[in-house]
Nanobody
């Protein structure tokens, strides 16, 4: 069964850290771009970070540059998002997906039109004191 399962979210104080995991099954994750997206109340879904073998370096939205780091362990078929120095505005539900895209640019464009079936359950990140 083709599946992506997110985990690792939780409640953390501002300045804290979390590491999200995206476990793939039924396909080889390294063959595709994998992006982390977040849904924040009152805001549109945004791509926070993305990694692809066809891109020279990972992508990050400006608001997380220097704080978040995306990585992938091909032996475990898992992608990660290390989040440091978390801020209250990082609160939201985080999703990982590939949409079978091979580059981050294509993944971000496809995500704008992806329906609910393209997304897993996500993992909730709450940053609060």
């Amino acid at each position: 069964q083709v599946q992506l399962v997110e985990s690792g979210g939780g409640l953390v104080q501002p300045g804290g850290s979390l590491k999200l995991s995206c476990q793939a099954s039924g396909f080889t994750l390294e063959h595709y771009a994998v992006g982390w997206f977040r849904q924040t109340p009152g805001r549109e879904l945004e791509m926070v970070s993305c990694i692809s073998n066809l891109d020279p370096s990972p992508d990050y939205v400006d608001s997380v540059k220097g704080r978040f780091a995306i990585s992938r362990d091909d032996a475990k078929n898992t992608a990660y998002l290390q989040m440091n120095n978390l801020k209250t505005e990082d609160t939201g539900v985080y999703y990982c997906t590939t949409l079978w895209a091979h580059t981050c640019e294509v993944l971000e464009r496809m995500a704008r039109n992806a329906d609910s079936r393209s997304w897993g359950r996500g993992t909730q990140v709450t940053v609060s004191s």
